[in-house]
């Protein structure tokens, strides 16, 4: 048997990307060598295009009931509360999910899994491209063929590795504790993001879902207990007073930065997730930019076995300016919680959020010319849950004509109150726009891609 396309890692990206795939009638096989999903920990935020894109999935309705919309951002000092901020969710343009949704990653991974067949306590250890086709030997002593393989295996990725592309790190110095507990608290634990300003801004608290509250603690040592941990964030909090009911996770990370020099290794073999990019948590820009690596390749390598429309070359052109504008503004962000020319750590964060607002949000990343549909009704719904993510979306006004339509490309007519009307657009199956036509012009679908 010959796949279309072989995943090494089950993690979020992994699993968003064989479903996707699924989605698009490709036979898949997707492999982890875990024995079961993730439990606990790790990534705790969606961005608001990522929920987007979890709509053109259909898997939005099942998920966003479990997490905790949060929009506001608060700056915490000397015992008060001294600014509240979310005038960047209000200004954006199209959006209808102005907020992140805290969601732990253990959740997204539950949904996805059940959804999908993995096979697990197995990985690849050798990958081989030959007559067109990627030849992968597993742990196990198995061989398997497909089309593709897309290496979504994580920060030390066997894929990566195993073809040699650079990955050079940078490492700032600066480590973090991340705390998920029930507390016993004084605290207002209100659904918002809390950045600390003491004598510099080396604490923040990030809202959960249920009754879990997470604090990221800057230690910037390697060897810490959970002691010294609670010690800084009582100082952070006072006068109010805190203590653990009950903890959830308990870990540490040290800050990398680093971007893949190649995502695809002669358009057979693909990166995506923390296998082509990794950076600071600040900004909550990891897991998203992942799922969005899933979101923009799985739809390209569908159409090349579907249709033959090879756009292969476009995903690692697309993504790694992505990626390289991620690790600027994460690195921004988490530098900003150390070092601050006036001692307004706190302050100088939250001005960071505003300006990369685009990033944080995801809403203001684009392709070049290629800019994300806005979102509008269509009648009585909404056009991003009319879009499909296995075709392109022909938005047409009025009376249009159309003929020879391919059957890659469905067609939505649009009434007055669309912010396009009068034009006729072509959307990409990730709901980002491919071209726009003047109501006159001839369209010729055939040249544009």
């Given amino acids: 048997m010959i796949y279309d396309l072989i995943i090494s890692g089950a993690g979020p990206v992994g699993l968003l990307s064989a479903y996707l795939a699924q989605k698009s009638g490709l036979k898949i096989m997707i492999l982890d060598k875990a024995g079961a999903p993730l439990k606990r920990g790790r990534a705790d935020a969606l961005n608001a ?225 923390d296998a082509c990019h990794v950076h600071s948590v600040n900004g909550g820009q990891g897991l998203n930019t992942g799922l969005a690596d899933a979101v923009n390749l799985i739809w390209k390598i569908q159409m090349k076995i579907n249709f033959s429309i090879d756009l292969l070359k476009t995903y690692e052109s697309e993504r790694i300016p992505v990626a390289k504008s991620v690790i600027d503004s994460s690195g921004a962000l988490v530098r900003a919680t150390k070092f601050s020319q006036s001692g307004t750590h706190a302050h100088d964060y939250m001005k960071i959020v505003e300006e990369r607002a685009g990033n944080i949000t995801g809403m203001g990343i684009h392709y070049k010319d290629q800019r994300r549909l806005l979102d509008f009704k269509v009648g009585s719904t909404r056009i991003y849950s009319l879009l499909d993510y296995t075709k392109y979306t022909l938005l047409t006004s009025g009376d249009s004509k159309l003929e020879h339509i391919p059957e890659y490309i469905q067609v939505i007519k649009m009434d007055k109150t669309s912010p396009y009307f009068g034009k006729t657009v072509l959307v990409r199956p990730d709901s980002y726009i491919q071209k726009i036509f003047d109501q006159n012009e001839e369209l010729k679908l055939n040249m544009v891609f």
Wanted: glycine share 4%; net charge neutral.
């Fill in 49 to 273: 295009r990522t929920l987007q894109f979890l709509e053109l999935a259909g898997l939005f309705n099942e998920i966003y009931p479990l997490g905790l919309p949060c929009k506001t951002s608060s700056v915490f000092k000397q015992g008060q509360f001294v600014s509240r901020q979310s005038e960047w969710w209000d200004g954006l343009e199209g959006c209808y999910h102005k907020h992140f949704l805290m969601l732990g990653q253990a959740k997204i991974e539950k949904i996805l899994n059940e959804k999908i067949s993995v096979r697990r306590e197995v990985e690849l250890i050798d990958i081989k491209i030959k007559n067109d086709l990627c030849v992968c030997t597993l742990s196990n002593g198995e061989s398997l063929t497909s089309q593709y393989v897309l290496g979504a295996d994580g920060a030390r990725s066997f894929v990566r590795s195993h073809f040699n592309i650079p990955f050079p790190l940078n490492r700032p110095e600066i480590v973090w504790a991340v705390l998920d507990a029930e507390f016993d608290t004084d605290f207002p634990m209100n659904p918002e993001i809390v950045v600390f300003q003491s004598e510099t801004s080396d604490v923040a608290k990030i809202p959960r879902e249920g009754n879990i509250e997470r604090f990221y603690i800057r230690m910037d040592k390697k060897d810490f207990k959970e002691e010294e941990v609670l010690s800084k964030i009582r100082n952070a909090i006072a006068p109010y007073k805190i203590k653990i009911k009950r903890r959830s996770w308990f870990s540490q990370f040290s800050v990398k930065e680093s971007v893949a020099e190649n995502y695809s290794i002669e358009n057979k073999v693909f990166l995506a997730g």
